[in-house]
């Protein structure tokens, strides 16, 4: 039987991505490896299908699922978000920086090292990015 050509006919992989959205991926547990490997064809069905609905004349305008990749483990489908280049993995920080956030200012404000900005051009330009950005010194 062909896949459904409407989204609104893919209500559980939905479903699911939302879920692996919020969550940051997920593993989504199903009868058998068959099965698994059949939803995964429907969940890729269901975004090329969404992909479709959103551009309609050929656009490019991303769905809120691209960054999903699924894998299959036994019967599981684990659900997996990427990058957008799909070569890296983005974590928040376990261990801050120490002493915190700089701001801009406290850049600007630091004592400058010999040779830094020596250029007029470079200060200039750097005097007018602190205003533009309505820093006070």
């Given at each position: 039987?062909?896949l ?10 939905r ?5 692996a959205l919020?969550?940051g991926?997920?593993r989504?547990?199903?009868d058998?490896h ?7 064809s429907?969940?890729?069905a ?8 959103i ?17 299959i483990?036994?019967?599981?489908c684990?659900?997996?978000?990427e ?6 993995k ?6 801050p920086?120490?002493?915190g956030?700089?701001t801009?200012s ?9 040779g830094?900005l020596?250029e007029?051009?470079l200060?200039?330009?750097a ?5 533009d ?5």
């Open positions: 039987m062909p459904p050509k409407f989204s609104s006919r893919y209500p559980d992989v479903e699911v991505f939302d879920f919020a969550q991926g997920a989504y547990t199903l058998s068959g099965k698994a490997v059949h939803w995964r429907r969940a890729y269901f975004r090329k299908v969404l992909w479709g609905e551009n309609p004349s050929g656009g490019n305008s991303p769905t809120p699922y691209d960054a999903i990749k699924i894998t483990d036994g019967s599981t684990v659900i997996h978000l990058t957008a280049s799909g070569r890296g983005l974590e928040p920080l376990q261990n920086v120490p002493g956030p700089v801009a406290e850049i600007l404000s630091a004592p400058k090292k010999e830094f020596d007029p051009f200060e200039e330009q005097e007018k990015l602190r205003k950005l309505g820093i006070d010194l």
